[in-house]
């Protein structure tokens, strides 16, 4: 009996031995990912293969049970992690413990011009998404800033593709250093909200190589981006989630990606082009295609019944659902079947704290007249905070981004926890906006007032005559058209009649500070009115914090703008035109007769009436920097060679404070028409009163060429060239000229 008792013992020794020896391939983490794709692909039916290109819910994707192949779980993104909602609904499933913490809008986080704060945004979050056992984050969002009228701005890193780049990278490696799969977005040309289902953008190849592809291709080719998501627009008359450049040519043949596409909610349109033209996994399509779904329809879904049905018939290969399979498998192995990765964690005070610090960062000082600002707090009895942007809760609102956040300091909040003690803050509406709808509306409580505007005015302006300073908190606020997902702002202007409150307190109060809450360029008729004009973004969470710090001197504003802000609408190339082919286009058709001179690389060219109002790259300290001489190492490169830049910026002034020294390269003689400059580098520093640095940069070829249609190549075309050293694109402070040999 005991020895029967030993050979049993041994026997299962001996199996179990065997079965720690010899998992299957694709459950050993030991073994190469791509041999344990093609073991878990080898295994599955055609049916299960099929099931994993598409949605099960309106956020998950199924696995495969048999295999042990876990669900990949979506969220939004990109600037926290986004509620519950039911199962097949919109509507939020209630959970109490899934309020984040809500970091800044993108534009935000551009504008802090940071790669550092991009590292610790991404990880922050991808931390958070871990924990909420999402596998795929939807951000970060780099489509480029065409137009100000676009409604989803805020959640883009503005108009110059060098500065989206540097941020995308690092944001997406923090995020999948948690296990978390970032999926860049909107791949590609969705630069406008208005017919974004249907628009069919036409433009040079120049423009898109040039414009609205380098933050892609940085997130695909430096961020190793393990997603990406195609947009709803078109392009060479195909849907982008299904388009056979963008997707098949470009993502894949020119950049090697080895990723997943995955569509944007509801932009597939055809299961043909669907399985041939690159797209791996499809999410929120709706029945009839565009406007209308029954109940959980995922049976009905282009890469669904219909695809499986052409790969049981032959018409399509299996060779072609292998190929999404096996990206989708990558995607589990990079995420959900990596047992290293770390749990992660949620809405903790390290998170407020990066929350913060990247708001602190990105808050743009814009005008500060006879030194407004900071406010003298040994000098004040009164302040006086005015505009419903001061109470209203931001991190709700404009599309799928919106939030509920754990907690939401408005800037009301944050200058009485500031200012309280030693000054009175009184408050006064000001103006007010409608309520948004309901769908929106239930996690914040309604601001809805009986009063008229005539009578917040009043109020206001009655309050303004007695306060030392006014602090103006207004701007867009994420209600539909005013920074919002789903259609484009109507007009340049600030709504709400918020111009003539503006002039009004103005009139009666120089000390009136004017902070823009937008992720957009405003019209500012009041701009040589007012004291001081703050952009103070949407910064979530900490955002009352962080701007009653920056108001007040705590923090020494560093932010500068990652788009032009320009006087009028027209000063904006894709308006200049005033040609509604350029935009919004005419019949679904959208010609971008702009070109590659968006931006910077517009208002550059235009006389120096029609300069911007704010440029690019602006921002104002507290304290003065002084550049030295930018000097180059070499007066003459090749394209193999690299020319190193050194600069030395000293702080002239009493505070510390950080500057953003700005690189910008202009070609002097080209072949092709060229903007006068371009950004080339960046690089942030911090400095004592009095401290001196040398920042140094090293330039090759590609910070030189441009994009060649008919070569369809990257050009370093040899000849004069300038490097621009400056604390904005118009304050340029030292020049150098070199010269590229053949
Ligand atoms: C948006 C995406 C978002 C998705 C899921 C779409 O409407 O365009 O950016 O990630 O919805 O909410």
Redesign the pocket.
């Known amino acids: 009996m005991k020895n029967m008792r030993h050979v049993l013992g041994a026997l299962l020794l001996w199996l179990t031995g065997i079965a720690v020896a010899a998992p299957p391939v694709y459950l050993d983490d030991t073994q190469p990912v791509e041999e344990r794709v093609e073991d878990a692909l080898s295994r599955m039916t055609l049916e299960e293969k099929v099931a994993l290109c598409h949605a099960q819910s309106k ?1 998950s994707s199924p696995g495969v049970p048999r295999l042990g192949l876990p669900e990949n779980w979506m969220t ?2 990109p600037h926290g992690i ?1 509620s519950e909602l039911l199962w097949d609904e919109w509507s939020p499933a209630g959970w109490t413990n899934d309020s984040c913490m809500a970091f800044p809008a993108l534009t935000c986080l551009a504008a802090t011009w940071n790669p550092d704060m991009a590292l610790r945004y991404g990880r922050a979050l991808g931390e958070e998404a871990r924990y909420r056992n999402k596998n795929v984050l ?1 951000g970060p ?1 780099v489509n480029i800033y065409r137009t100000p009228l676009n409604g989803r701005n805020f959640e883009y890193m503005g108009e110059d593709p060098y500065l989206a780049s540097e941020l995308a990278v690092p944001y997406i490696q923090g995020v999948q250093s948690c296990g978390v799969a970032a999926c860049v ?2 791949f590609a040309l969705n630069n406008q909200e208005k017919d974004r289902h249907y628009v069919d953008v036409e433009l040079s190849d120049r423009a898109l190589y040039e414009i609205y592809l380098p933050a892609f291709q940085a997130a695909v080719q430096r961020g190793k981006v393990w997603s990406i ?1 195609g947009s ?1 627009n078109r392009y060479q008359g195909q849907h982008c989630c299904h388009n056979q450049r963008l997707l098949n040519d470009i993502l894949r043949g020119e950049w090697g990606f080895d990723g997943v596409v995955i569509s ?3 932009a597939v349109h055809n299961t043909l082009e669907a399985a041939y033209n690159g797209l791996d996994l499809e ?2 399509s709706l029945t009839d295609g565009m406007e209308f779904s029954v109940d959980n329809a995922y049976d009905d879904y282009y890469l669904s019944r219909r695809f499986l049905e052409l790969l049981k018939s032959g018409s399509i290969p299996e060779s072609v659902v292998d190929g999404k399979v096996r990206n989708i498998l990558r995607l589990m192995f990079r995420t959900t079947m990596n047992r290293n990765r770390p749990y992660g964690s949620f809405k903790n005070r390290a998170h407020g704290e990066v929350a913060r610090q990247i708001a602190e960062e990105g808050i743009v000082l814009l005008q500060n007249r006879d030194n407004v600002l900071p406010i003298q707090l040994e000098k004040i009895r009164k302040i006086l905070v005015v505009g419903e942007n001061a109470i209203k809760m931001m991190t709700v609102g404009g ?2 981004s919106s939030l509920k956040a754990w907690y939401e300091v408005s800037p009301l909040e944050g200058l009485r926890a500031r200012i309280g003690d030693v000054a009175e803050v009184v408050y006064a509406r000001g103006y007010a906006s409608p309520d948004p709808p309901k769908s929106v509306m239930y996690t914040i409580p309604s601001l809805q007032t009986d009063r008229s505007a005539d009578e917040l005015l009043a109020e206001a302006v009655a309050l303004a005559r007695e306060a030392d300073y006014v602090i103006f908190v207004g701007g867009l606020n994420k209600n539909g058209h005013q920074d919002c ?1 789903g259609g484009d702002r109507k007009s340049y202007s600030l709504p709400y009649d918020q111009d003539r409150l503006i002039e009004a307190l103005a009139e009666v109060n120089p000390r009136t500070v004017v902070v823009l809450v937008s992720g957009n360029s405003v019209a500012m008729p009041w701009a040589d009115r007012v004291g001081a004009i703050v952009e103070g973004w949407y910064c979530g969470s900490e955002a009352g914090h962080a701007l009653a710090a920056v108001l007040t001197g705590d923090v020494n504003p560093s932010g500068k703008l990652p788009f032009t802000m320009c006087e009028r609408l027209e000063d904006y190339h894709a308006h200049a035109l005033n040609d509604s082919l350029v935009y919004p286009g005419v019949n679904h058709r959208e010609v971008y007769k702009d070109d590659i001179f968006v931006g910077y690389r517009w208002s550059d060219k235009q006389k120096k009436d029609r300069r911007p109002l704010f440029c690019f790259g602006h921002g104002l300290s507290y304290t003065t920097f002084e550049y030295g001489k930018a000097v180059l190492d070499r007066k003459q490169m090749t394209a193999a060679d690299s020319l190193r830049v050194r600069v030395s910026v000293k702080n002239t002034g009493s505070r510390a404070g950080a500057e953003v020294v700005q690189l910008y390269v202009s070609d002097l003689k080209s072949s092709l028409p060229r903007p006068i400059k371009e950004l080339k580098g960046f690089r942030k520093v911090m400095l004592q009163p009095g401290e001196s640095r040398e920042v140094e940069f090293v330039l090759d070829r590609t910070s030189l060429s441009y994009f060649d249609d008919a070569k369809h190549a990257w050009v370093a075309e040899p000849g004069r060239f300038e490097v621009l050293i400056g604390a904005s694109a118009e304050d340029i402070r030292s020049r150098a000229g070199f010269e590229l040999k053949p």
Request: net charge negative.
């Open positions: 956020f939004d993104g986004r939807l969002g977005k909107h998501m709803f944007d909610w509801g999410f929120g599309g799928s997902e």
